[in-house]
């Protein structure tokens, strides 16, 4: 059983890290067929080129916010710059209207284009593929192959944020593409149903059917089925570890490693950085609460241990490795379930990343943090699935 202490940032890390789709619309909502997502150059890997500009030069145009007096300047540009689209809040919209709000990943875009960071060619193929999901019904996923390197390919499942209302598999693009890109592995990006539309626990038991799936089938997606792991961010973190908690409970094959990325693990909006972090962006409190109100049947579901991992049975397992923002109103829960995890048995490796935000892990052509957070996760799924 191991813990890594929480350690300063203080280098960037090389390799190559990607954004999102470069076509990705203003909605950035829009789901692909089930059929045809074939092999495309659309998905474009993005990273910055010093002889064209990139992170070091990202300069705020105002003060820090009061919320953030520890705010990096780029990760400030970037709230600055989705500000600046003057959205209304998302607890004031529908969700349906919500899902067409601007989001982190066009104010990384249009930084990106603000001071001419270069996007060179992905090192991926994708492909689209309609998974199964009990009920005569099929969700879409995204399936991300290296273009080198000698298949069978490790597999990892990677589940996305948005509070299971809002955002897709566009909207996290650069996080799945990264993982592949960096670990050598086949990733399998999950387009599961969201709420209103699709209540609690919908999207826990798409998760778990799309890890199935992948166990039967990874051969035939240029996989190995012997070595599988989880990625996911926000509610794909909680979706991430719960696919485990089933896994262990079902007797099957359990994934060899779980990334879990700022993940939704508690229902207690009194804690400390839910406190110290009320507003911050881009998730603040408000969002957290629309989120539960719109996901769950009644908001008395979110004392579930699937919802409230911190309350579930953590023993056994797979090795963990949990990432954190401080600027988040979720980072409280997310040590104190890196804590529960440790105290259950699980090998964890815990980092608190200072001076960034929620959604930070995808940004890691304007972020050095993004860079640090995407390599600590990569480098950790190749120990585990070597």
Not at 50 to 57: K, L, T, V
Not at 177 to 202: C, I, N, R, W
Request: glycine share 8%; charged share 20%; with cysteine.
């Amino acid at each position: 059983m191991k813990k890594r202490a929480t350690i300063p940032l203080n280098r960037w890390v090389a390799g190559t890290f990607l954004l999102a789709v470069f076509s990705l619309s203003a909605c950035n909502q829009s789901k692909k067929s089930e059929a045809g997502e074939t092999s495309d150059t659309t998905q474009t890997s993005l990273v910055g080129d010093s002889a064209s500009g990139g992170p070091g030069d990202l300069t705020p145009k105002g003060a820090k916010p009061a919320w953030a007096p520890d705010i990096t300047p780029s990760m400030q540009v970037v709230i600055e710059k989705l500000g600046s689209y003057q959205a209304k809040p998302i607890p004031q919209l529908s969700p349906r209207e919500a899902r067409m709000n601007p989001t982190p990943t066009m104010a990384v875009m249009a930084v990106m284009k603000d001071y001419n960071i270069a996007m060179p060619e992905p090192k991926v193929d994708t492909t689209g593929q309609a998974i199964p999901v009990g009920g005569g019904r099929s969700i879409h996923a995204r399936i991300y192959t290296p273009k080198s390197g000698s298949a069978p390919f490790p597999v990892i499942v990677y589940y996305h944020g948005g509070g299971w209302v809002i955002a897709d598999i566009d909207t996290y693009n650069a996080s799945a593409q990264g993982m592949a890109e960096q670990v050598s592995a086949v990733v399998v990006s999950v387009g599961y149903d969201l709420a209103p539309e699709h209540k609690f626990p919908t999207q826990h038991n798409q998760a778990f059917a799309t890890y199935e799936w992948v166990l039967k089938n990874a051969a035939s997606i240029k996989g190995n089925a012997n070595k599988v792991a989880l990625v996911g961010e926000s509610a794909g973190g909680n979706l991430a570890a719960n696919v485990s908690i089933m896994a262990r409970d079902k007797k099957i094959a359990m994934p060899k490693h779980q990334v879990l990325v700022y993940p939704i693990a508690n229902n207690d909006m009194r804690s400390e950085s839910y406190t110290k972090y009320a507003a911050a962006k881009p998730l603040d409190k408000p969002m957290m609460g629309y989120f539960v109100k719109q996901t769950l049947p009644s908001e008395a579901q979110s004392n579930d241990p699937r919802i409230s991992l911190v309350k579930a049975n953590l023993k056994g397992l797979p090795s963990t490795t949990l990432i954190a923002a401080e600027l988040d109103p979720l980072q409280s829960e997310g040590k104190l379930l890196a804590d529960k995890l440790q105290a259950a048995g699980v090998s964890v490796t815990y980092k608190l990343y200072t001076g960034v935000t929620h959604e930070f892990f995808g940004m890691a052509t304007v972020l050095p943090e993004a860079k640090d957070a995407q390599a600590l996760a990569a480098d950790e799924l190749k120990k585990a699935l070597n």
